[in-house]
Structures are given as C-alpha cells and as structure tokens.
C-alpha cells in the first residue's frame, strides 16, 4: 500500500492539470491517516499490525530513501510541504527507534524541518567503490576521534559519525548483506589505525 502511495505522489508531483491537486489530496490524507494511528497505537501500547509493519517497512533502506527523497521535495514548497514534513521526522523516529508522540518541535515550519533535514550528517552509501571510499574513510577517523574525546573528557558520543552501527543493522537485509560486510571491514580497519596512531597502543576495543 505504502509502495503505491508513493509512486501514484511521484507521478503526480509535477502534474496541475485535471485532478491532480485531488488525488495528491487523497494521497496526503491516506499517509496522514498512517501517521495518526501509528502514533495512536504505540502511545496506547495496542498491538496494531500497521504500527508494526510500518515500523519494518521504514527500516528498509531502499524504502526509506525512496520516501525521503519523494517528501524532501513536497517539504520545499506546496500545499503539502508541511504534512510532507512532518511525516519525514515521523520516518526518521520510526527508523530510530524514538518516541513518535507529537512534541513541541513538530509544530515548527516546514522551512525549518527542511532546513534542518538538509543539515544533517551525510548519509551511509549503498556501496563500496572508488567514490565512496574515501567517504567511508574520513566517516571512521572522525568516529576514532569521537571514540578517544569521549574516554578522555567524558564528553557525549557524536552519533552523527557512528556508521558501523548502521553497517550492522544492514547484515539483516540479505540485499545489503554483502557490501555492508565489505563496507564494515574498511570502516572498521580505518578507526583502528586512527586510534593506534592516537594512542600509541594496539590494544585497542574495537578490535573485537
């Protein structure tokens, strides 16, 4: 369902002709819809079969980043860019694991959540090749770096940079399995060798 929703929103996105604007209207209330009885059904600890396979079909990368990209561009402008905004930040929690309930900050504009949405840390490739390499490299200093200020200030980890989190999760979806195996060695070897050249030791816990 969640898969037609989206490609009949792609297709009509550049559409104002005949009734367009109505089917978006449609397809806006149906995910508004999907939203309220999520949020419903979790805060009411009900065992809704849509609070549950949501929660699955958003932890999909190829899922997720196909929604995203589709709502990125309705949260720019439009009739729908707030809604399109909200329900950006209710994936992201979904996908994360946080709360969904309703917060203050969700009352803010839709050019807020854009902006904000655009600041955020790049994300994990799909794939390890000569582009993405050195992506994948400077990810796992800079995780090294996060790893050794916070042993040594006890200043709270930057999760922005925390990609073999991810690199795990992804071994669960067999479509995935593979590059983020290779994706994971590469991340991990780069952070050893950082935090050896830190610490002057190879004794080190990301070893394991």
């Given at each position: 369902?969640l898969d037609n929703i989206r490609i009949?929103?792609?297709?009509?996105?550049?559409?104002?002709?005949?009734?367009?604007?109505?089917?978006?209207?449609?397809?806006?209330?149906?995910?508004?819809?999907?939203?309220?009885?999520?949020?419903?059904?979790?805060?009411?600890?009900?065992?809704?079969?849509?609070?549950?396979?949501?929660?699955?079909?958003?932890?999909?990368?190829?899922?997720?980043?196909?929604?995203?990209?589709?709502?990125?561009?309705?949260?720019?402008?439009?009739?729908?860019?707030?809604?399109?905004?909200?329900?950006?930040?209710?994936?992201?929690?979904?996908?994360?694991?946080?709360?969904?309930?309703?917060?203050?900050?969700?009352?803010?504009?839709?050019?807020?959540?854009?902006?904000?949405?655009?600041?955020?840390?790049?994300?994990?490739?799909?794939?390890?090749?000569?582009?993405?390499?050195?992506?994948?490299?400077?990810?796992?200093?800079?995780?090294?770096?996060?790893?050794?200020?916070?042993?040594?200030?006890?200043?709270?980890?930057?999760?922005?940079?925390?990609?073999?989190?991810?690199?795990?999760?992804?071994?669960?979806?067999?479509?995935?399995?593979?590059?983020?195996?290779?994706?994971?060695?590469?991340?991990?070897?780069?952070?050893?060798?950082?935090?050896?050249?830190?610490?002057?030791?190879?004794?080190?816990?990301?070893?394991?």
């Amino acid at each position: 369902m969640l898969d037609n929703i989206r490609i009949t929103l792609e297709r009509l996105r550049r559409f104002r002709a005949g009734n367009a604007a109505r089917y978006k209207d449609y397809m806006f209330s149906a995910i508004k819809g999907i939203k309220t009885i999520t949020e419903e059904s979790i805060e009411a600890g009900v065992a809704s079969g849509l609070a549950v396979d949501i929660r699955e079909y958003f932890e999909d990368d190829r899922h997720y980043r196909a929604w995203k990209k589709l709502l990125s561009r309705f949260a720019k402008k439009g009739k729908h860019r707030e809604l399109a905004a909200t329900f950006l930040q209710f994936m992201r929690n979904l996908r994360a694991g946080r709360s969904t309930a309703p917060s203050k900050q969700a009352t803010a504009s839709a050019e807020e959540v854009a902006a904000s949405s655009a600041e955020e840390a790049p994300e994990v490739p799909d794939v390890l090749n000569e582009e993405t390499l050195p992506t994948i490299q400077q990810a796992a200093i800079k995780e090294a770096r996060n790893l050794g200020s916070f042993v040594w200030t006890d200043r709270r980890l930057d999760e922005a940079y925390a990609w073999q989190f991810e690199l795990v999760r992804r071994q669960q979806q067999v479509h995935l399995r593979s590059e983020a195996q290779r994706m994971l060695t590469v991340f991990l070897s780069c952070e050893r060798n950082t935090l050896q050249e830190t610490t002057k030791t190879k004794v080190l816990p990301c070893r394991t």
